[in-house]
C-alpha cells in the first residue's frame, strides 16, 4: 500500500536555528499538508499545497513557516528560527482529488531546546 | 467554523465489553469524516472514513462508524473491546469543496482493563 514518508523521524534542534522537515507524498497525489501535534494535545492543520502553491493556512503558520516542493516529490517545511514552543510533533500528509486516498506520514517529533 | 467535538476526554472499558465513542461535527455541507487511532508517541492510523453512500461504515480491527446527519454525529463503535486497543482515538471532519483540510476533535484515550 502507498505510504507518506517522513525523515527525519526525531530532530532535536537549538532554538533559533533552521530546520527543514522532508516528506515524500504517495507519487499521484495532487494536495499535500502539513500538520502539527503538540505533546498531549489535539492535531492541529499547518498548511495545504496545491498546484505548486499555498492553497491554505492556518494562524498558527507564521512568517517562521514555508514550504516547498522542490523536485516533484519531496514536500518539505521550513522552520526559520525555531522555538521552544515549536516542540511538537509533525505530521505530513497526501490526498488525491476530494481528499480520497487522505495518507498521513508517521511523523517528525521535533525537539526544541 | 466548523469544528469537531468529543466530549469523553478518557473512558475506561474491561476487555471484552462493547465500546462507543462519541463524535459531533459542526459544519454547514456534507462532510467527508474519518477516525484515527494513535498509540503513545506513533503516528496517526486510519480506522475508517465516510464520504458518502451508506452510512454504516466498517473499518479496520473490528470497528465500525454510523453517519447521523440529523444529529452531526459519527460515533466510532466496537462489539468486543482488546486490550491491545488502548490508545487514543481522534475523530476529523475533512472540509470538501476545498483544499481538504482536516479538523481534529481533541481525541478520547481509550484505556481497557483486563
Known amino acids: 500500500e502507498p505510504e507518506v514518508t517522513q525523515t527525519p523521524s526525531h530532530q532535536v534542534t537549538q532554538m533559533g536555528q533552521e530546520v527543514i522537515l522532508r516528506c515524500v507524498p504517495i507519487?499521484?497525489?495532487?494536495?499535500f499538508y502539513w500538520y502539527r501535534q503538540i505533546l498531549g494535545q489535539k492535531v492541529e492543520f499547518l498548511v495545504s499545497?496545491?498546484?505548486?502553491?499555498?492553497?491554505?493556512k492556518s494562524e498558527i503558520f507564521d512568517d517562521q513557516f514555508s514550504v516547498e516542493r522542490p523536485d516533484g516529490s519531496n514536500f518539505t517545511l521550513k522552520i526559520r528560527s525555531t522555538k521552544l514552543e515549536d516542540s511538537a510533533m509533525y505530521f505530513c500528509?497526501?490526498?488525491?482529488?476530494?481528499?480520497?486516498?487522505?495518507?498521513f506520514g508517521s511523523g517528525t517529533r521535533l525537539t526544541v531546546v | 467554523a466548523q469544528s469537531v467535538t468529543q466530549p469523553d476526554i478518557h473512558i475506561t472499558v474491561s476487555e471484552g465489553a462493547s465500546l462507543e465513542l462519541r463524535c459531533n461535527y459542526s459544519y454547514g455541507a456534507t462532510p467527508y469524516l474519518f477516525w484515527y487511532v494513535q498509540s503513545p508517541g506513533q503516528g496517526l492510523q486510519l480506522l475508517l472514513k465516510?464520504?458518502?453512500?451508506?452510512?454504516l461504515v466498517q473499518g479496520i480491527k473490528g470497528f465500525e462508524a454510523e453517519f447521523k446527519r440529523s444529529q452531526s454525529s459519527f460515533n466510532l463503535r466496537k462489539p468486543s473491546v482488546h486490550w491491545s486497543d488502548a490508545a487514543e482515538y481522534f475523530c476529523?471532519?475533512?472540509?470538501?469543496?476545498?483544499?481538504?483540510?482536516?479538523?481534529f476533535g481533541a481525541g478520547t484515550r481509550l484505556a481497557v482493563h483486563p
Open positions: 500528509a497526501s490526498s488525491g482529488q476530494q481528499a480520497n486516498g487522505y495518507t
Open positions: 465516510y464520504f458518502s453512500g451508506d452510512t
Open positions: 499545497f496545491y498546484n505548486n502553491e499555498i492553497s491554505e
Open positions: 476529523a471532519v475533512g472540509i470538501s469543496g476545498g483544499y481538504n483540510k482536516l479538523i
Open positions: 507519487s499521484n497525489h495532487l494536495y
